[in-house]
């Protein structure tokens, strides 16, 4: 199965596609590839609003849907983190909403409620989930660790998009794929 992460943002979205294999290694998905979904910034000398920043990302994201992508796993947002860097209010995070929003319904109308799965930040972020530490900073040097062989370069990452979305698509395969699966095969049984 082909799993896509995203770690959303109306200017860089972090992206990862994995394949997962539920039987045999579920511990080990492999990386298949990872970046940044990036919106134009202006068109024809003109600055895009953020309705024509998310329509763009929208065009891309469809694009990496489109392959054989089987699940789609997105963070979603508490309101209850980072209150240092946002102060808990602003635009920031009415756009960052909106974008969540957008995109998470997008993969919904592309794939199907069922196979997208919104992860709160609180729910994978941290030891007693099993997942990276709080401390952005320190996630790209764990995907390094995770995935040796793939080429990810924090050079190429400022604010960490591509890591956490390579962490969160490492953590859903770990821990919430078995249950997706199950309740996969509950819905086609029943369906027969």
Not at 41 to 46: D, E, I
Request: charged share 25%; hydrophobic share 35%; with cysteine.
């Amino acid at each position: 199965m082909i799993i896509l992460a995203l770690d959303p943002s109306l200017t860089r979205t972090g992206y990862a596609l994995f394949e997962a294999e539920p039987i045999g290694h579920p511990e080990r998905p492999r990386l298949l590839d990872a970046g940044h979904l990036r919106p134009p910034g202006q068109r024809q000398g003109r600055k895009l609003s953020s309705i024509e920043r998310m329509r763009a990302l929208g065009d891309d994201l469809r694009d990496l849907i489109r392959g054989p992508v089987g699940a789609v796993v997105i963070e979603v947002t508490s309101g209850k983190v980072n209150r240092a860097r946002h102060g808990g209010a602003g635009a920031g995070l009415a756009t960052y909403g909106q974008t969540v929003g957008y995109m998470l319904g997008l993969c919904e109308q592309c794939l199907g409620v069922h196979d997208v799965h919104p992860i709160y930040e609180n729910d994978w972020i941290g030891k007693r989930n099993g997942g990276p530490p709080a401390r952005k900073a320190l996630r790209p040097a764990l995907v390094r660790t995770y995935f040796p062989d793939v080429t990810y370069d924090p050079a190429d990452d400022p604010g960490a998009d591509a890591a956490d979305a390579i962490l969160l698509g490492r953590w859903f395969c770990l821990h919430r794929l078995p249950g997706v699966l199950t309740a996969q095969a509950q819905r086609a049984k029943g369906g027969e």
